[in-house]
Structures are given as structure tokens and as C-alpha cells.
């Protein structure tokens, strides 16, 4: 037993939180209030030492500045102090499970984050005459490599630097694939549960977009694709496995169907992690997928990116493939850019999707995870995912609504609905509770095609103790949400902030900080 | 496997709950003839952490990173100095594992950051509001082309020759499947700033939805962008204005002072480094009216239940999720970390910091011009400059580049690897200095141009 010097004995506390004083900060001990940085700062404190300029006569073309910006700065103590009080508002999978379904919200291993840091990789110019990047070119056709081989595809576009434009460019090959024969095609047809970027996309290439139904198991219903499909049809995008958590178990049929006519058939990566390293989508018939390597090769999410969404292409959509791209000749890596695009054979590329050559720091990352896992880790990743998925789909499906549970197993993600809640209660409700109980909360309302849906994702970098703990927390919040607990309604109470009012927030929007007049400030 | 928690007797009991025997089981929908009986032949299997280490820090020292050598690269890609608090910030696990702020209760961190990035970022380029970052500058360029698009309801945009080859490359690739019309032109190394100007005002016309300038351009001239934001005004015309190196406004009037109606740029040069590229940060800023038809995301600022400020991602009325194919842009993901680079950089600057870097970088960038003009048949193409001017070689410049490279001097950017076959800009060479340049660096790009001419 250990002793007590002070002679202070505990007491079990008589008052809750909600009735302690305020206290004079507005801090709750570890629960840090912080101003906003322009009511903190001034335009005339700063946080770094600059040598003295030289004196020169201005070559500016006498367009100098003569008003102030408006750019308040801190000493580095309080702008340090300042970003770290406010990262303790945020949650992060560091701090615990984090099953967003859809965003594959896995660890993110340290060791990427030192290889990104490598002066080699991280301070190395884009426009580095090519015999000084060689390395650079090698890592690249590295990663390439590997996602060609994980995904049984010959074709790759390492540039693309997210999901939502790793579809664009699949679009696009797509397009510029019909249009070197002369074949305009109008129409994309996506399925009415696909992620919101899909039809985005389609519009954003400049095609219509029609949607595709699900039949009652969840899945993309067949006929009603094959209905749809006609000679006015560039291509379809599938996800699979699909938002519903379900394998499309007709993928080879749906491809056959789609090429029959002539389309092709793009797949949505985003749920690559439920496959990865167990099914190569080239089996499929697939000629085109993104592949995030934000959630299936952990880089980080970053409360927003950078993401970073390479396309492997099949042999038809290959050689379309924008600029620019790696190849290996000899020992010697060649970035073919716009310059080399007809004396290496590649006058179908379809053009350029951004300056330079993509998300490098991400290759690095995702070079270091598919290397630590190697082609063993990488399948007991998707084998572990899917089991997680399942032991939380089949332990909570007593206690929630599992519209699909009767479809077979799930992959990587859970899907509930709210049916059985008490009324006025929905997902928001459970969501909220769920951050008291400290977890960051499931996906919400999608797909759209599950009402008040849930989605799960635990991913495989989650212990059994972990996923143990969400199940009895989630079953409780559940239980509350269907016995109509009014206390549910005002959660999160334990959080930086209580529920936001986002609907004020859109009606008048405030998006940048004002000044107050200045009688205000002065005060 | 050390990221793998789950053990054996783990699965065992997980498969027993489910009810299944093997996880075999789990994949009983995948077609039999895609389902891989094994590890992927081909692949290595897995490997230790040291393993791996070794092996990418050999690759990683194949490369002539920046800091190896006298260095001048620059053409939308600047090195500069990034305190290291910036690093040690992004690298905080609850920014850096955290994702989008769908949960705003539990991401006030990451949405106060953002409300703060997008005030610096509009108050820096003049404009009322800006959005929480697209992916970079080139992609933000072409969804302001999109933008102005939508509110003129005109097909029609005129790119300056100024503005970066690869952003001209994006956005022309993008218009020929979307049926956009974009007028393009090559820069001059004879030209001037207000012949570009005058250029552009001829050409805009009541078809005209926006006209695209770079300022600073590629060949680092500055431009007074008033006349030009009146011409297509008075056409009904929208100014978009791009800058790839931000760190020009701490001294520079900004795009939207001169009138610009949209402002877009790389942010890279302000915390994030070179990376070969990527990730960037872009940057897109506009005036209030136009918000509604703004891509990507955007942090409000409201009031919780108790009646608490905090910020939540608003107006995604605009966004993916929501409108699907009406959407604004098909963008989800952002550059989110680097723009927290980005505002911890310019926290720690602060106007005055800014201020004092931009007069540093101008400076040395005036020194550097007197010093190599000096080298015989070397002259100056840039009228007017910021830290990047134009040298005209009296020969081609992509060998002397690479001549000086292999002697350990990165001399710049050869204008023939950014316009190949343009004959008329094959001996323009590109020259940054920045605040990370000593006079001894530029003393041995000097010699060693002198000697690569010679």
C-alpha cells in the first residue's frame, strides 16, 4: 500500500459535472478553451528570425503593397501552445477506434511518415534534371508495380491525387478509348448506392448519368442493368465490394454484359481494404479502378488529405493512361512527359491531370506499408478486415437492424439501419452517444439506399478487446436509442462542444473571421 | 505482423461467434475462380521495420535533393525554409489520423484550423472568402475555369502565356472532354508584362466567361492586373488570377486589390516543401456573391447547444455527397494536412514575418541578377520580378542544365522542358533564389555557367 504524505483522503464525489461551478477560464482542466488565432495575434509579432535584406532597388514593376493584409502572427511558444491546445479538440484513430465506414480509418504506421521525410523524397524538386531523381522514378515504378500485381491489372496512372480524381482520369481513359474509334457514347450508369463522387464524376467528364437499382439483397440488381445498357452507354462504375458492405457476386456476368456492348466497366476502390492481397479485380473484368491509398495503404487522412488515387487500367485502357508516366529501361528509370509522349509510343495518352507528377510524399508512405506487409500481410489485412466486419455485424445484429444480414457474410463494413429506434430517435442520436462513450462514430445516412443507415468499418488494425468494447458500447447506446432515453438527445455532453448548430451555419454563412469595428477593439 | 493485433485464438473465437469455420467462409460470394488460394506470387513477403528502412533510404539517397547543392529551381515549386514547429504540429496524431470533420462535436481542432486557413488565405489574395483547400494549384485552376463557367454561363476562356505550362496542359486536357473552348498562348521571351495585359484586353469578348492570368507569370513578370479586371468586367468577363508562389503577396498588391474576381494558387511554398510535387496544397479564394458556386469544402463558424462558438463544414448543399452529378465539383478529399502546414507557416510568420520574407527573397533575387548578368551573353528577359527571373542563354538551356547538374550546381529550369519544341523559348532558363540561397551559391551557378557556355 502505497503512502499518503499529505494526509488528503479521496471522497467519492457528491455533485456531477453539470452542477460544478464554471470555472473563471472556461477550461476544464485538460479541456483547453482556445481563441482564434486573429484574436490572439498581431501583424507585428512573428515566430521566425530573418536576416537582414540587402539593399536593393525594387525590380516590382511599382506594384508594392501600401495596405496591411491583415495577418496576425505569434511567437513560436504561443503558436505552438496555440495548434497543440487545439489538436486536443480533435479525435484521431491514434487515440481510438475510428470505424467511418468507407474510410478505412486504419492505423497509420510511423515508419511511412519517417520514409516521406527522407531529404531524398521530401526535398527533392519535381522539375530535378531525371539522372538526379532516379531514385524518385524507382520508388514510383515500385508502388506501380505492386498495385499492378495486387490488382491482376497491366496499366497504371500513378498521378491522380485523390479517390474522387483517380475516377475522373478512369472517366476520362474511358472516353478518350471510345473516341479514338470514333464512338460517341453519352450515358455512365452508376448504382443508386454508390459514393457521391461517382455520378460527380461522370458529370464533371461532361457525361449524363443515369442510376441503377438495387434488388432487396442489397445488391446491383442485374436485369435492370442489362435494361439500361445500350450502345449510348461509355461505361459503369461499380463498387465493389459495395457501399451496402456486400460482395457483388455477379461482377464477371456484370462485365460480360457491360463489354457486350462495348462499355467498360469502372470500378470504385474505396473498398479495396475487404480484397486486397485475396482477389485481383483483373479477375473480374474490370478496366479501370482508383485505389486510395489513404484508406488501403494507410497514409494518412490528415482531418481531410492529402489522399492520393493512382488508376490501374486493363489492356483496352492502357495505353490512354495521362501523363505523365515511369518506365523502367534498363537500369534507368524515363518520366515520359509531354516532350517523349510520341519516341516512346505513348501518342494515346490522354493528356495531363496535374502539374508534376503526383502524390509523391503518399507513394513513399504506401512503398513502406505494402513493403513491411508484403503479399502474406497484405491478405491477412482484407482476411482480418472482413472478420472484423462480420464479428460486429453478427454481435450486434440482435440489437440493431441489419437490413442485408440475411444476404450472407458482409466484407470490411457492418450496415444497420435505425428501424426499431423509438421515435424522434435516429442515427444522429447514436452517433452522438457514441462520442460520449469515446469512440469516433460510424458512417451516417449512407448509403442512401438504407434508411437512417449505419456503417461500420473496423478495419484490421483493431484488437479483439477493442472491437469487444464498441460492441458493448454500441449495444448500449442502442438500447437507450429504442427505450427513447431523453438523455440521448443532448449528447455529446463529455465533448469539446455540444451538438453545432450546422443549419444556422449554412443560412448565414460566417467562413472567414471579421474584425471588430474598431470602438470595439479599442475597448 | 506488428500492425496486425489480432492473434490466432482471436480469430478462432471471432469465427465461432459468426458462426463460420473458416474465414474462406467470409468470401463465399467472391467467384471461386478470383478468390486467390495464397499469398500473391510475384511479391515479397513481409518484411521488418529496419528492413524496409534500408532499403527506401537507399532510394531516397539516389536523388540530389535540394539542400545537396547550390539549387535554382523554382517554375511553381519553391524551397524555402519550414520552421521545424510545423513539422512537429502536422505530425500531431490527432491531426494527422484524423479524417474529414463529419463529427464537428469531435473535430473543433481541425475546423477552427481551417476557418483560420481560409481567412489567411482570402485576406492574402484579397478576396472576401476562401475554401478549405483543393489539391493544387493546377486542379484549381481548372475548377475556377469551371467556376466562371457556371456564373457567366459562357463556354469561352483566354489562358495567358503567362501562366504555368502544366496548368495550361491540365485544363486543356479537361476542356476537351468537357466541350470548354480555351484560348492559349505561348509567353515571349522579348515580351513585357504590358504587352501581355494589352493582349489580353483585345481578346476578351462577350463570349468570354474568364480570363486566366498567372501573377507573377512563368517568366516571373509582374503585372498590374487592374485595366485587365476592368476590360472583362465591362464584358461581363471574370478575372481569374493565379499564383504560384504566395510567398510574392508579403510584398505584392493582391490579385483580388487589383480587381481579380477569382484567386487561386499553389500553397506550397508556406509549409509544405518540395516533395517531388506532391502532396501541394491549393489554395482558391473568391468574392461573397460567388460563394454558392465555390468547389470543395468550407468551415462556418456557429454556435452548439449551450450556446459555445464552434465550426462545423457548411454549405455542402454544394458538394458530392449531396447534389451527386449537380454538384459544384466531383472533389471530396482536399489537401487538408498541408493546409495546416500552411496557416501553422503563416502563423508563425505573421504579416510582419511575411513581409520581411518576401523583401529578403526580392532582395537576394536583385543581387542574384546583377551577379549573373554578368556572365558573357547572359541577359535578362524579365522586365520586372519577384524572387524567379528569366535568363536568355546565348544557347540552349536544357544541356547547359544538365551540364551544370552533373558538376553539382541546379541551375534552374530549362524553358525547353517546360514548352518542348518551342524554339523560340529553348535557351530561356528559369532561376529562383529564395531565402535558402547564399551569395555563395550564387557565385558557383555564375561560374558554373560561365564554364557550361563556354
Avoid at chain 1, 339 to 349: I, P
Avoid at chain 2, 29 to 51: K, N, W, Y
Avoid at chain 2, 381 to 386: G, K, P, Q, R, V
Amino acid at each position: 500500500m502505497t503512502v499518503n504524505p499529505s494526509g488528503w483522503r479521496p471522497e467519492a464525489p457528491t455533485n456531477d459535472i453539470d452542477a460544478a461551478p464554471a470555472t473563471f477560464t472556461g477550461n476544464k482542466a485538460l479541456m483547453l478553451e482556445e481563441a482564434l488565432l486573429f484574436e490572439i495575434g498581431s501583424i507585428d509579432r512573428t515566430g521566425v528570425d530573418l536576416p537582414e535584406p540587402p539593399k536593393v532597388a525594387s525590380r516590382l514593376n511599382g506594384l508594392e503593397r501600401n495596405r496591411t493584409i491583415g495577418l496576425p502572427g505569434l511567437s513560436e511558444p504561443e503558436a505552438v501552445r496555440h495548434y497543440t491546445r487545439l489538436s486536443r479538440q480533435n479525435y484521431g484513430i491514434d487515440l481510438g477506434f475510428f470505424p467511418l465506414g468507407s474510410c478505412t480509418m486504419k492505423h497509420n504506421p510511423r515508419l511511412n511518415e519517417k520514409m516521406a521525410r527522407l531529404p531524398g523524397f521530401a526535398d527533392l524538386h519535381p522539375l530535378t534534371p531525371v539522372d538526379g531523381t532516379q531514385g524518385a522514378l524507382a520508388l514510383i515504378h515500385l508502388v506501380g508495380e505492386w498495385l499492378k500485381t495486387l490488382t491482376g491489372m497491366p496499366g497504371i496512372a500513378m498521378s491522380p491525387k485523390a479517390g474522387a480524381h483517380g475516377e475522373l482520369c478512369g472517366l476520362l481513359a474511358i472516353r478518350a478509348a471510345h473516341e479514338a474509334t470514333g464512338d460517341a457514347r453519352t450515358t455512365i450508369l452508376v448504382p443508386e448506392s454508390a459514393h457521391g463522387t461517382n455520378p460527380a464524376t461522370a458529370a464533371f467528364a461532361g457525361y449524363a448519368v443515369e442510376s441503377i437499382p438495387a434488388t432487396a439483397e442489397g445488391r446491383v440488381d442485374l436485369d435492370a442493368l442489362k435494361a439500361k445498357l445500350g450502345t449510348h452507354v461509355a461505361g459503369v462504375m461499380i463498387t465493389n465490394p459495395n457501399t451496402c458492405g456486400l460482395f457483388e457476386r455477379d461482377m464477371i456476368e456484370i462485365a460480360d454484359a457491360i463489354h457486350a456492348v462495348g462499355a467498360y466497366l469502372y470500378c470504385d476502390g474505396a473498398n479495396f481494404n475487404a480484397i486486397v492481397g485475396s482477389v485481383r479485380p483483373g479477375d473480374l473484368g474490370v478496366d479501370a479502378m482508383h485505389i486510395n491509398l489513404h484508406k488501403t495503404f494507410s497514409t494518412p487522412h490528415g482531418g481531410g488529405g492529402p489522399g492520393s488515387g493512382p488508376v490501374v487500367f486493363s489492356e483496352a485502357l492502357a495505353p490512354f493512361a495521362p501523363l505523365p508516366f515511369v518506365e523502367q529501361h534498363g537500369d534507368a528509370f524515363v518520366l515520359v512527359e509531354e516532350e517523349t509522349v510520341a519516341e516512346e509510343h505513348h501518342e494515346k495518352a490522354f493528356g495531363r491531370m496535374v502539374a508534376f507528377h503526383g502524390q509523391m510524399g503518399m507513394f513513399v508512405r504506401a512503398a513502406a506499408y505494402m513493403m513491411s506487409h508484403g503479399a502474406d500481410g497484405l491478405r491477412q489485412v482484407s482476411e482480418d478486415a472482413v472478420l472484423s466486419a462480420n464479428y460486429i455485424l453478427r454481435s450486434l445484429e440482435d440489437v440493431l437492424d441489419a437490413p442485408f444480414g440475411a444476404s450472407g457474410p458482409c466484407m470490411h463494413e457492418a450496415l444497420f439501419s435505425d428501424d426499431g429506434m423509438a421515435p424522434g430517435f435516429s442515427t444522429l442520436d447514436i452517433a452522438k452517444g457514441l462520442i460520449d462513450e469515446g469512440f469516433h462514430p460510424m458512417t451516417m445516412y449512407f448509403p442512401l439506399v438504407v434508411h437512417g443507415a449505419m456503417l461500420i468499418e473496423p478495419t484490421e488494425t483493431e484488437s479483439k478487446a477493442a472491437l469487444d468494447q464498441f460492441i458493448g458500447a454500441l449495444r448500449s447506446v442502442a438500447e437507450r436509442a429504442k427505450a427513447g432515453d431523453p438523455a440521448l438527445k443532448a449528447a455529446p455532453i463529455h465533448a469539446p462542444r455540444r451538438r453545432l448548430d450546422e443549419t444556422a451555419a449554412a443560412r448565414k454563412p460566417v467562413l472567414v473571421y471579421k474584425d471588430p469595428p474598431l470602438a470595439t477593439a479599442a475597448e | 505482423m506488428r500492425y496486425l493485433p489480432l492473434q490466432p485464438e482471436d480469430r478462432q473465437a471471432m469465427l465461432g461467434v459468426i458462426g463460420a469455420s473458416s474465414v474462406d467462409d467470409l468470401f463465399v460470394d467472391v467467384p471461386a475462380a478470383a478468390r486467390l488460394d495464397g499469398p500473391i506470387r510475384d511479391l515479397p513477403m513481409h518484411q521488418s521495420e529496419q528492413a524496409v528502412e534500408r532499403q527506401l533510404t537507399a532510394l531516397a539517397r539516389k536523388n540530389q535533393a535540394a539542400s545537396d547543392q547550390p539549387f535554382f529551381l523554382g517554375a511553381g515549386a519553391y524551397r524555402h525554409h519550414v520552421p521545424a514547429s510545423v513539422d512537429h504540429i502536422i505530425q500531431r496524431g490527432e491531426f494527422l489520423t484524423s479524417y474529414t470533420p463529419y463529427q464537428p462535436e469531435i473535430a473543433q481542432g481541425t475546423l477552427q484550423a481551417l476557418f483560420e486557413f481560409q481567412t489567411q488565405v482570402a485576406r492574402l489574395f484579397g478576396c472576401d472568402v476562401a475554401n478549405a483547400s483543393m489539391y493544387d494549384g493546377s486542379t484549381a485552376c481548372w475548377e475556377a475555369i469551371v467556376m466562371a463557367r457556371r456564373i457567366t454561363k459562357r463556354g469561352k476562356a483566354i489562358l495567358s502565356g503567362g501562366l504555368h505550362p502544366h496548368y495550361v496542359s491540365v485544363c486543356t486536357t479537361m476542356a476537351r472532354f468537357t466541350g470548354d473552348v480555351l484560348e492559349t498562348s505561348l509567353p515571349s521571351l522579348e515580351g513585357s508584362a504590358e504587352k501581355e495585359m494589352a493582349k489580353l484586353i483585345a481578346a476578351v469578348d462577350g463570349e468570354t466567361s474568364c480570363v486566366v492570368v498567372q501573377n507573377p507569370g512563368i517568366l516571373g513578370r509582374i503585372a498590374d492586373l487592374s485595366e485587365l479586371a476592368a476590360a472583362c468586367h465591362a464584358k461581363g468577363a471574370l478575372l481569374v488570377a493565379v499564383v504560384t508562389e504566395p510567398v510574392s503577396l508579403g510584398l505584392i498588391r493582391s490579385p483580388g486589390e487589383m480587381g481579380a474576381d477569382i484567386v487561386v494558387g499553389e500553397g506550397q511554398s508556406i509549409g509544405v516543401g518540395l516533395n517531388f510535387g506532391g502532396p501541394y496544397v491549393g489554395l482558391f479564394a473568391c468574392a461573397d456573391k460567388h460563394v454558392r458556386q465555390m468547389p470543395g469544402r468550407l468551415a462556418g463558424e456557429t454556435v452548439d447547444a449551450a450556446g459555445q462558438r464552434g465550426f462545423v463544414l457548411t454549405l455542402s448543399t454544394r458538394e458530392q455527397h449531396i447534389r451527386r452529378e449537380k454538384a459544384t465539383s466531383n472533389i471530396c478529399t482536399n489537401s487538408g494536412l498541408c493546409a495546416l502546414a500552411f496557416t501553422v507557416h503563416m502563423t508563425l510568420l505573421g504579416e510582419k514575418g511575411l513581409r520581411d520574407l518576401a523583401t529578403l527573397n526580392h532582395a537576394l533575387a536583385v543581387e542574384a541578377v546583377e551577379v549573373l548578368t554578368k556572365v558573357p551573353g547572359v541577359e535578362l528577359c524579365s522586365d520586372s520580378f519577384f524572387n524567379e527571373f528569366i535568363l536568355k542563354l546565348p544557347k540552349e538551356a536544357r544541356p547547359v542544365v544538365r551540364d551544370m547538374a552533373e558538376k553539382g550546381v541546379l541551375g534552374g529550369v530549362s524553358l525547353g522542358r517546360l514548352y518542348p519544341g518551342v524554339e523560340a523559348l529553348e535557351k530561356g532558363l528559369v532561376v529562383a533564389v529564395t531565402e535558402t540561397t547564399t551569395r555563395d551559391d550564387v557565385q558557383a551557378l555564375a561560374a558554373a555557367l560561365e564554364e557550361a557556355l563556354a
